[in-house]
C-alpha cells in the first residue's frame, strides 16, 4: 500500500478470486471457478472468426452505450421488454451498480455464507451490511429477511458456495414484506436446475433479477451479466452506469454474447448435460463416504470425515485437479467442486478414490 492510499480503503479487503493457470502451465483439470466446461454456441465461434468485419470487428468505434441488440436477445428469450433489460461488465459490475443504487444510505442484508463480493461491495461502497446465518443445514431462513422493510436485501439463488436453493414461495414473502425496498436475487446458478424469479417481475416493483453469461453460457471470459426488472429499476442502474462508464460492455462481448442467448438449443443442452455430470459426481462422492450438499448449481459442495477440506484442496492439486477450498468458519471441512465434462468428473473420482486409499 502506498502513503497516497485514501484512508477510506485502508482496510479494505479485496474479493479473492480462484487461481487461474496461465498458459503453458501443466494442463489441469479446471474445477475451481464454476466455468462451463463446453465452448460457447457455435455461432459464438464464428462470430470472433469473422472478428475483422461486421459487427465484432469495428473496434475504432466505441461499442453501442444502450446495448441494443443484446437486450433485445435477452427481452426475447424472456419475453420481456427491451426496457427491462440491463447489461453490465459481468454481473460483479451489475452487482456494484445495485450495491451503489440501492444500498448507500441504508442497509443491506445477506447470508452469512453466500458470494463474498458481496461482503467486499458493502466495504467498497461503505454500506452497512448484515449478516444472517444459514441455518445447520446451510439453507436460507426467510424469516431472517422479514425483519426490517427498509433494508435492501441480497440473496443468491441458488446460494453460491452451497448450491441450495430458495423456493419461489419463500422469496415472494421476502418481497411482499420490503415494500419499500429491493430485493436483488443474484441468479448466477439458476439455469442449472433452480427456479427464476424472472417470472414475478410483473408482480413486484422491487425485485431485480441478476443474472450472469459466465456460467451457463460458457462466455466467463467476455464478461457480460444482466439485470432483469421493471423499467424504473432498471432506469436506476442506467444512471449509475452513465455516471461511471457509458460504454461498461464491449462491443465485441455485446456481439458474442448476444449470439450465445440466441441459440437456445446449444444452451439447453448444455446446462442438460452439467446437470446430468452434477448427478453422476454425487452419487460418485456419496458412494465414496462423502456428505454432499444437494446442488442445483454448475457446483457441489462436499465433505470426508476423513480429510479436511485443504487436505484434500491440496491432494488433488498434486494431482493437477483444481477444486476450490475457502477457509472460513462453517465450510473449512468442504471442498467445492465446479462440474465439468462427465470425464472430468470420472478423473476427479478416481482421484478421490487414490486419496482416500491413501489416508485410510
Ligand atoms: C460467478 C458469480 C457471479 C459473477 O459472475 P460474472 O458475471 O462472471 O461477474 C456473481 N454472483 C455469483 C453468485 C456468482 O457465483
Given at each position: 500500500m502506498s502513503k497516497f492510499l485514501s484512508n477510506a480503503f485502508a482496510g479494505l479487503v479485496p474479493y479473492t478470486p480462484g487461481e487461474q493457470p496461465q498458459p503453458g502451465q501443466r494442463p489441469v483439470i479446471k474445477l475451481n471457478t464454476n466455468e462451463n466446461p463446453y465452448p460457447p454456441a457455435p455461432a459464438v465461434r464464428q462470430l470472433l472468426q469473422q472478428l475483422d468485419e461486421q459487427p465484432a470487428g469495428q473496434l475504432r468505434l466505441y461499442s453501442d452505450p444502450e446495448v441494443t441488440d443484446l437486450r433485445q436477445a435477452v427481452a426475447e428469450f424472456y419475453d420481456l421488454q427491451p426496457e427491462q433489460v440491463f447489461v453490465g461488465n459481468g454481473s460483479d459490475e451489475v452487482l456494484a451498480f445495485a450495491f451503489l443504487a440501492y444500498?448507500?444510505?441504508?442497509?443491506?442484508?445477506?447470508?452469512?455464507?453466500?458470494?463474498?463480493?458481496?461482503?467486499?461491495?458493502?466495504?467498497?461502497?461503505?454500506?452497512?451490511?448484515?449478516?444472517?446465518?444459514?441455518?445447520?443445514?446451510?439453507?436460507?431462513?426467510?424469516?431472517?429477511?422479514?425483519?426490517?422493510?427498509?433494508?435492501?436485501?441480497?440473496?443468491?439463488n441458488p446460494n453460491a458456495i452451497t448450491g441450495k436453493n430458495l423456493p419461489l414461495v419463500a422469496l415472494e414473502q421476502i418481497l411482499q414484506f420490503h415494500t419499500d425496498s429491493m430485493?436483488?436475487?443474484?441468479?448466477?446458478?439458476?439455469?442449472?436446475?433452480?427456479?427464476?424469479?424472472?417470472?414475478?417481475?410483473?408482480?413486484?416493483?422491487?425485485?431485480?433479477?441478476?443474472?450472469?453469461?459466465?456460467?451457463?453460457?460458457s462466455l466467463a471470459g467476455a464478461r457480460v451479466g444482466i439485470a432483469l426488472g421493471q423499467p424504473a429499476v432498471i432506469a436506476d442502474l442506467n444512471t449509475i452506469k452513465f455516471s461511471?462508464?457509458?460504454?461498461?460492455?464491449?462491443?465485441?462481448?455485446?456481439?458474442?454474447?448476444?449470439?450465445?442467448?440466441?441459440?437456445?438449443?446449444?444452451?439447453?443442452?448444455?446446462?442438460?448435460?452439467?446437470?446430468?455430470?452434477?448427478?453422476?459426481?454425487?452419487?460418485?462422492?456419496?458412494?465414496?463416504?462423502?456428505?454432499?450438499?444437494?446442488?442445483?448449481a454448475n457446483f457441489v459442495l462436499a465433505r470426508h470425515q476423513l480429510l479436511d477440506g485443504q487436505q484434500l484442496y491440496q491432494k488433488l492439486k498434486q494431482r493437477d485437479i483444481l477444486v476450490r477450498w475457502?477457509?472460513?468458519?462453517?465450510?473449512?471441512?468442504?471442498?467445492?467442486?465446479?462440474?465439468?465434462?462427465?470425464?472430468?468428473?470420472?478423473q476427479l473420482l478416481a482421484a478421490v478414490a487414490e486419496i482416500l486409499q491413501e489416508v485410510r
Open positions: 444500498g448507500k444510505g441504508r442497509r443491506m442484508a445477506f447470508p452469512d455464507i453466500t458470494y463474498a463480493f458481496y461482503n467486499v461491495f458493502a466495504a467498497l461502497f461503505d454500506v452497512e451490511a448484515r449478516l444472517a446465518p444459514l441455518d445447520e443445514d446451510f439453507n436460507i431462513q426467510p424469516v431472517d429477511y422479514l425483519e426490517d422493510a427498509e433494508e435492501t436485501v441480497v440473496l443468491a430485493v436483488i436475487v443474484d441468479e448466477a446458478y439458476v439455469d442449472f436446475g433452480g427456479e427464476s424469479a424472472v417470472a414475478l417481475l410483473p408482480k413486484y416493483e422491487n425485485l431485480l433479477v441478476v443474472q450472469t453469461l459466465s456460467k451457463s453460457r461511471f462508464n457509458p460504454y461498461n460492455v464491449n462491443r465485441v462481448s455485446q456481439a458474442l454474447a448476444a449470439a450465445a442467448v440466441r441459440d437456445k438449443a446449444y444452451f439447453a443442452k448444455c446446462c442438460q448435460n452439467i446437470m446430468a455430470n452434477r448427478q453422476l459426481v454425487t452419487e460418485g462422492l456419496e458412494a465414496q463416504g462423502f456428505q454432499v450438499l444437494p446442488s442445483l475457502f477457509d472460513e468458519p462453517r465450510i473449512r471441512d468442504f471442498v467445492r467442486i465446479s462440474i465439468g465434462t462427465r470425464e472430468d468428473m470420472q
